[in-house]
T-cell receptor
Framework: GENVEQHPSTLSVQEGDSAVIKCTYS??????FPWYKQELGKRPQLIID?????GEKKDQRIAVTLNKTAKHFSLHITETQPEDSAVYFC????????????FGAGTRLAVHP | SQTIHQWPATLVQPVGSPLSLECTVE??????LYWYRQAAGRGLQLLFY??????ISSEVPQNLSASRPQDRQFILSSKKLLLSDSGFYLC??????????????FGQGTRLTVV
């Protein structure tokens, strides 16, 4: 089955710096890659997603890139702000048409003022 | 619009007691339904997923079970809880078979503490 690896597990940056989180997946049939943000004690919420027919997608300060050949995708946050502090999860799905999402282990991002 | 309800929000149960967590979805039909568990400070572990009534796939061997008695109802159960069952349990739904892959929408979660 699908396996998703996520790095780093923790990331500390200064406000205004960029943050990059990387994920790799094992199933070449996966075709949908969402990123979720989870604040302490709350449910994960989608922040951006990308499909396998696209190499990059941007939404204001957030961007995601996908390399299908290498089977990895990354989240880029520019001009980080303290409110970006949270746990971020990548995920992959697509095999068998059942939309089953497999998540990475998460990255705890801390943005220091 | 679609909504997902999960309850209870918090639960403290003694070791060996039974468990029943319920999740319902409104505003969509034939959704895929999921139970995830998140241990403290850890990632999201997929426990069960269901693509239809009575169809349950288990991802991880354990003393938990899941049932889907109705199209938009998903129940997580245990006959005898273990200390290791403590965690944050999240129900989620996504569009079902035949629809393009989309995000999973999560319930508010149940924080279970087994004492």
């Amino acid at each position: 089955g699908e396996n998703v690896e996520q790095h780093p597990s923790t990331l500390s940056v200064q406000e205004g710096d960029s943050a990059v989180i990387k994920c790799t997946y094992s199933d070449s049939a996966s075709n949908y890659f969402p990123w979720y943000k989870q604040e302490l004690g709350k449910r994960p919420q989608l922040i951006i997603d990308i499909r396998s027919n696209v190499g990059e997608k941007k939404d204001q300060r957030i961007a995601v890139t996908l390399n299908k050949t290498a089977k990895h995708f990354s989240l880029h946050i520019t001009e980080t702000q303290p409110e970006d502090s949270a746990v971020y999860f990548c995920a992959a799905s697509g095999t068998g048409g059942y939309n089953k999402l497999i998540f990475g282990a998460g990255t705890r991002l801390a943005v220091h003022p | 619009s679609q909504t997902i309800h999960q309850w209870p929000a918090t639960l403290v149960q003694p070791v060996g007691s039974p468990l029943s967590l319920e999740c319902t979805v409104e505003g969509t039909s034939n959704p895929n339904l999921y139970w995830y568990r998140q241990a403290a400070g850890r990632g999201l572990q997929l426990l069960f997923y269901s693509v239809g009534i009575g169809q349950i796939s288990s991802e991880v061997p354990q003393n938990l079970s899941a049932s889907r008695p109705q199209d938009r109802q998903f129940i997580l159960s245990s006959k005898k809880l273990l200390l290791s069952d403590s965690g944050f349990y999240l129900c989620a739904w996504s569009h079902g078979l035949g629809r393009p892959n989309t995000e999973a929408f999560f319930g508010q979660g149940t924080r279970l503490t087994v004492v």
